[in-house]
């Protein structure tokens, strides 16, 4: 079974500074998807950012990078000039890829942002 | 709708009461999915319906919960005789195909969720 692991529970950074989240995952798969989801108090679920295994470049969304280490099965989140919207809950999630497995998550890094 | 709705938002009810959770997926999306968000557990993936049809119904916690799905649309997931330890927020999520396609991914739009509470 995959697993996601993120072993930061809390994470603090400066307005506009750049913060990055750690998450490793456990997979036998080859080809499979990874993603960042954030969860503001509101409880919505919003994907920031995914990640296709078979693709070497690092998946980029305006101030969000990854940095995915496919051999070490690492899968990191880089937010630049972090702003106080960015304040939320962060969850890496993988899926193999196949409709019926849904995705499985990590625990969630909480990011606090400081004004 | 624009997005996945769930009904009700917040639910309270006593320990040994039946309890249904609403799911409206966006329309046209083929696949819908339900999740557990717990303190404990973290988030579960529970169940995922294909049109009507619910292949695997492994992931449910125990005998006491169900999920159906109805004209290809709407879900409901129901927990019978409640316990604590099913105190959580349900959350829904759908997506347009749901069905492997190799190397295409469909995102799951998620809905707000239902935070449950049994007292």
């Known amino acids: 079974a995959q697993t996601v692991t993120q072993s930061q529970p809390e994470m603090s950074v400066q307005e506009a500074e750049t913060v990055t989240l750690s998450c490793t995952y456990d997979t036998s798969e080859s080809d499979y998807y990874l993603f960042w989801y954030k969860q503001p108090p509101s409880r919505q679920m919003i994907l920031v950012i995914r990640?296709?295994?078979?693709?070497?470049q690092n998946a980029t969304e305006n101030r969000f990078s990854v940095n995915f280490q496919k051999a070490a099965k690492s899968f990191s989140l880089k937010i630049s000039d972090s702003q106080l919207g960015d304040a939320a809950m962060y969850f890496c999630a993988y899926n193999s890829g196949g409709g019926a497995d849904g995705l499985t998550f990590g625990k969630g890094t909480h990011l606090i942002i400081q004004p | 709708g624009a997005g996945v709705s769930q009904s009700p938002s917040n639910k309270v009810t006593e320990k040994g009461k039946d309890v249904e959770l609403r799911c409206d997926p966006i329309?046209?999306?083929?696949?819908l999915y339900w999740y557990r968000q717990s303190l404990g557990q973290g988030l579960e993936f529970l169940i995922y319906?294909?049109?009507?049809?619910?292949?695997?119904k492994s992931g449910l916690p125990s005998d006491r919960f169900s999920a159906e799905r109805t004209g290809g649309s709407v879900s409901t997931l129901t927990i019978q005789r409640t316990q604590q330890e099913d105190s959580a927020v349900y959350l829904c999520a759908s997506s347009l195909l749901g069905t492997e396609t190799y190397l295409i991914y469909n995102e799951q739009f998620f809905g707000p969720g239902t935070r449950l509470t049994v007292l």
């Open positions: 990640q296709e295994a078979y693709k070497q």
């Open positions: 329309s046209g999306h083929t696949a």
């Open positions: 319906f294909q049109g009507n049809s619910a292949p695997d």
